[in-house]
């Protein structure tokens, strides 16, 4: 069954990235209100005095240069200091920042990254999936690799880093952060602390291609205990198949192409131009947000994939009786 | 009663009667049927007319489903063994791709009178 995280950029932020720009976004609106309160009475003034003698030097230079030389120069600073906070993993706040500025001046703006290990998780933006990697020196962890859903620890700051291995493609889940780009070639971070446990979904933002509309991703956020047992069980390998009709799928998969394009570690499939299949069984959907993931998804995932988004590279399994693809979804179901 | 009142009157039972008689078929309920027709995402094997979510052709099309005098292609089709057969394929046919997707006994009813339901 499909369960619909929310996301929307109007929902409360549950993340350090979407705080600081709900926070922007009321300070340029209350700041625009103000202004729009301030012309709206100069107006009414200039209409109830009359005819009566202003000296247009001064209103010139204080409305037109003075004020907004201040304003602007104050909105300026803001911007930047919000800007930084958003990619600083030590961040305190915007306008911490800009009084660590002032007060210790230009230091403050080459400050070293944390000194502790930040968890890192790699993304990789594919046409029409997300690649998700966990792990890289000095993490504790090897090889957990998943697709579509990303797991994270509340109240830690993560780093992500986001690459393309295709086209431009834009990390987006606007619970969290503000949206990054995925650019071929380049790796851009994003430093998010996710504050409320919860599941978020995101979503590519940037076209991919016919299939861009079904390039979702979920962000589960559950508390740090929680977080590292999820770890612990994702680098582990998968299960061998624990009965007959299990065996008859694991089978099929391996006589089949399935290994060409999808590794299941523990096991001698390991093609990689698809997603890592070891715990598939324990992700929210299949084909990036396109189904929800039970028996029966599976199944008509894998034997009419292009029907269900036509163009990704997964082919119709053409290959298995009625039994099989029964079998081999209930195997690739029990990868938990 | 004037004559076009009782008009009025046949039409609003004769709306009332066909309603009963979708809703009422073995025990089921259609609307809740296109619920757990979507919640278990039928079509991503299935085309259902007024089911939102995906759309395959893995396995038939559902449309005019009461009319199909075969299930599985091979049982006589009616209300009873249609939600026998949604509740356990391969029981039924061993062969088959349909495996078992985890509807109640109340759901598969309901699923069923909203595919009797259908035109």
Redesign the interface.
Known sequence: MNEHGMQSALHAAAGSGADLITELGIVLFAGAALLFLLVIGLLLRAVSTGESAVDSRRWIVGGGVVLPLILLTALLVYGLAVGNTLTDMNARGPLRFVLDCISSGARALSMPLAEATPLRVHVVGRRWWWQVRYGGPGTGVTGVELANELHLPAGRPVELTLRSGDVIHSFWVPALAGKIDMIPGRANRLVLRASKPGVYRGQCAEYCGGQHAWMALYVVVVPEPEFRVWLQRQSQPAALPGDAELRRGYDAFMRASCADCHTVRGTPARGNHGPDLTHVGSRRSLAAGRLGNHQGTMAGWIAGAQDLKPGNAMPDAREFTGAELRALAAWLGSLQ | VSYRRACALVALLAAGCSEEAIVSVEGGNAERGREVLE????G??HRIPGVR???????PTLENFHRRPYVAGRFENSPELAVRWILDP?AMK?????????LTEAQARDAVAYLWSLE
């Open positions: 919640r278990f995402e039928c991503a094997c979510g995906p759309q395959s052709r893995v396995g391969p061993p062969a088959t791709a349909m495996p078992v997707v985890g």
